[in-house]
């Protein structure tokens, strides 16, 4: 073995970057899609570990922006493309490139990295927090809504995919904007998102494309014929509703495609208001499982950007042991309605002790203070301090993101 070094990728860099990522994740279609794949994933933005000349980990990102509370906006790494070549593991290569990268953005002044974790034992070591849970679901043919729900009696119609593509992209930003944890969109990313990977389809067709007027689902049907009779899956890759009525009119489509048994949706929201639609509330089978991993990079100007839905003044003490930038007592106070929020280096004394996960792991509102001070993981050093802050982060809905990276 020669040599470990650590440096950015160069652009001709590109198809060494591939290799590496194919090979980690044991994925060949990712080869197969390179070309596509060129237009999303940039190598000057990714981070390499080379053994001599030789290329054997690398990190990448995309950079976008991510709703958070308020709803606002806020500038995010969203990491991706992490992996270390087979034989070279557990030499440190990761946590060389996480060093490498956070640095990185750190000096960028970036507030906030987001991933997704393909084992959940990995980021935490890095302060990377669980922010948000996905409920994989799936909701048997024909399952009734409540007499109450209120459908919107317009249209669902299957369109091509060129004209799909207009419509979705059209459709998507203005509600991207209200929900926390969904991201802005690249040319380059929409052309992944709807992408057709040769081989990565895992027995799906290549996707299709229902549009109300306020609305849009993309899924992907996976056939199947049993001695039974058929018993077809769609599989939902994206839903989008400008309004409840919408929302209730694209899943009533998708509810009731003839040949079909079962309506799979894997990125869920935790508390996806389907669920409450249902008249039987038990037809829907729901697993839930952790969604984005947030990393607050620069913790001032991350807590800065959301918004608050309770007034407060808290003194956080926090522990960062891989960004020591991070660590220290920091005094958040919102405004008077609770909303707008100022963030400041302070010597007086911590009235909430956490580490830099917990706080990230509450950042979306995806889980609560009080809730993580139950588990031992936040500590309160003055009386009335957790309600107060848990309170101040608690938001109305579950964070979630449906888009893979
Ligand atoms: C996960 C992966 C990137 C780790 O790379 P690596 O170079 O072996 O990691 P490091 O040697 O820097 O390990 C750093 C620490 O993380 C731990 N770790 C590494 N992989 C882990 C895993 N899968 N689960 C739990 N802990 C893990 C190591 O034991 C080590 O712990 P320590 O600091 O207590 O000694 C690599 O195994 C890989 O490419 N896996 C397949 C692709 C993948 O899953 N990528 C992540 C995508 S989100």
Redesign the pocket.
Known sequence: MGELSTRRLRTDEQGDFFDVFAA??LDDSLEAAREVCSSTFRAELAHGVFDGDELI?CAGRFDQEITVPGPAQCPLAAVTA???KPGH???????ALMRAQLDALHDGGVPVAA?????A??YG?FGYGLASFESHLAVPRGAAFLSTVDVDGRPVREVGRERAVEVVRARYPAVAETRTGWLSRSDGSWEARVLDWPNAHGGHSAPRFAVHPDGYAIYRPKRKWTARGPAHELHVAELVAATPQAYAALWRYLLDVDLVSEVHWRKAALDEPVLGMLANPRAADRRVVDGLWVRLINLDRALMARRYSAPADVVLDVTDRFCPWNQGRWRLRTDAAGSAATVTRTEETGHLSLDVTDLAAAYLGGSTLAGLARSGRVVEHEPGALVTASRAFATDCAPHCQEGF
């Open positions: 980690a994740f980990g992490v992996g270390v593991r557990r030499r440190g290569v990761l946590t991933l997704y974790a393909s084992e034992g990995i070591r």
